[in-house]
């Protein structure tokens, strides 16, 4: 406790210097949790735009093909292709919409009826039948019913045909097959005979297990690219792997920036270190001649950059909390994410890289007063 002492007061003694090197210890940590927050909060941000959980396998018709719908006889190799897992077909429009005195456009998304609850989940109401006239609304549509006229029981005019809204449709967000939230979904049977088409925009493979998306995209592959390519096959996992690999360089390029200052911080803290030794070469002679092992001169010097470091630390955790707060209301959206396990343990780890930092600047300068001559230093002026 001796030393221990003896750095406290050193540091007070000193105490602009020191409070210098403590506001770098606490810039740096700031920077590097910050930085980890934001990071993290990105990768949440995609993982909540993304609706897939990497069980969606999507065909496309491939580009120069010469066809961008598919026919009832290609969706029926896809079924095969696929085996036991759901094939959802759907078809797209864009479409002008009126619903009373409010008109307005809408993307429109068609379906088999008895798919529909399958690839989307509902917030209220019941899922439309290929027996009547009904649909359903995105939930974003629903949100600006005030605008749109759109909500449930509502009635829609869509050309010369009224249907009604049954459901409302679960907010989906971004996804890599469709975008039903600022859409309305109608049952296939209607749209077919409504628009006079028989074909199919996409195929939505929705698999059982998600072991076998890879053997189940190669199975559509084959089938349908056996002699020329017909199908441009996605597989969301794939992606979403991709997706969240460039959140994860994302964080650590962030972090890096902070470590960088923090680095800086830790000079700092070698130079308030070096600068205490040349002062006390005296001090240090004393201490020495007094019987003051060398090991112990070094505890001492390591206590001041320890003691620097746990208040810089500790001061930009505190800090770092508030920080991460407004980046994560104001450049994300969303301040919940910082209240994510991880998000919370950037702070942790930038207090700890502070204080690892601190303690590694002060090792040189605590072993060069360990290893000063007593006697040289007793007649140092």
């Known amino acids: 406790m001796t030393f221990l002492d003896l750095a406290r007061r050193n540091i007070s003694r000193h105490w602009l210097r020191s409070t210098l090197a403590v506001i770098g210890i606490v810039i740096g940590v700031i920077a590097i949790a910050s930085m980890g927050i934001l990071g993290n909060s990105i990768g949440l941000m995609f993982d909540d735009m993304v609706s897939d959980v990497g069980d969606t396998i999507v065909v496309y018709p491939a580009t120069g093909s010469g066809t961008t719908a598919f026919t009832e006889r290609q969706i029926t190799d896809i079924t095969r292709a696929a085996g036991s897992n759901r094939v959802i077909p759907v078809a797209s429009t864009f479409d002008s919409i009126t619903v009373g005195e409010t008109k307005s456009g809408a993307m429109i998304y068609a379906m088999p009826a008895a798919d529909i609850q399958f690839l989307l989940d509902k917030e209220a109401g019941t899922y439309p039948r290929d027996?009547?006239?009904?649909?359903?609304?995105?939930?974003?549509?629903?949100?600006?019913?005030?605008?749109?006229?759109?909500?449930?029981?509502?009635?829609?005019?869509?050309?010369?045909?009224?249907?009604?809204?049954?459901?409302?449709?679960?907010?989906?967000?971004?996804?890599?097959?469709?975008?039903?939230?600022?859409?309305?979904?109608?049952?296939?049977?209607?749209?077919?005979?409504?628009?006079?088409?028989?074909?199919?925009?996409?195929?939505?493979?929705?698999?059982?297990?998600?072991?076998?998306?890879?053997?189940?995209?190669?199975?559509?592959?084959?089938?349908?690219?056996?002699?020329?390519?017909?199908?441009?096959?996605?597989?969301?996992?794939?992606?979403?792997?991709?997706?969240?690999?460039?959140?994860?360089?994302?964080?650590?390029?962030?972090?890096?920036?902070?470590?960088?200052s923090l680095i800086v911080a830790g000079v700092s803290i070698l130079n308030v270190m070096m600068m205490s030794v040349t002062e006390r070469i005296k001090e240090i002679g004393v201490l020495r001649s007094i019987g003051t092992r060398r090991n112990e001169v070094m505890r001492m010097f390591i206590y001041e950059a320890l003691i620097l470091g746990v208040v810089g630390a500790v001061i930009g955790g505190v800090l770092s909390f508030g920080t991460g707060y407004l980046m994560t209301a104001v450049l994300v959206g969303s301040p919940d994410y910082l209240y994510n396990v991880k998000s919370l343990l950037y702070i942790v780890f930038g207090m700890a890289f502070g204080i690892i930092t601190s303690v590694a600047s002060g090792i040189y300068p605590a072993w060069k007063a360990a290893h000063l001559n007593p006697i040289q230093a007793l007649r140092h002026e």
Request: hydrophobic share 40%.
């Open 131 to 260: 027996t009547g006239a009904g649909c359903m609304i995105g939930s974003r549509l629903a949100a600006n019913s005030k605008e749109t006229g759109l909500k449930l029981g509502a009635r829609v005019r869509i050309g010369d045909e009224t249907l009604r809204v049954t459901g409302v449709l679960a907010e989906r967000g971004m996804g890599f097959d469709i975008n039903p939230d600022y859409a309305i979904v109608v049952p296939y049977r209607w749209y077919s005979n409504h628009y006079d088409r028989d074909e199919y925009d996409l195929v939505i493979v929705k698999v059982r297990d998600v072991k076998d998306i890879d053997s189940v995209r190669e199975a559509i592959e084959e089938r349908m690219n056996r002699r020329e390519e017909v199908v441009n096959v996605m597989d969301t996992k794939a992606i979403l792997e991709s997706v969240f690999a460039a959140a994860d360089s994302i964080t650590v390029f962030l972090m890096g920036i902070g470590a960088i």
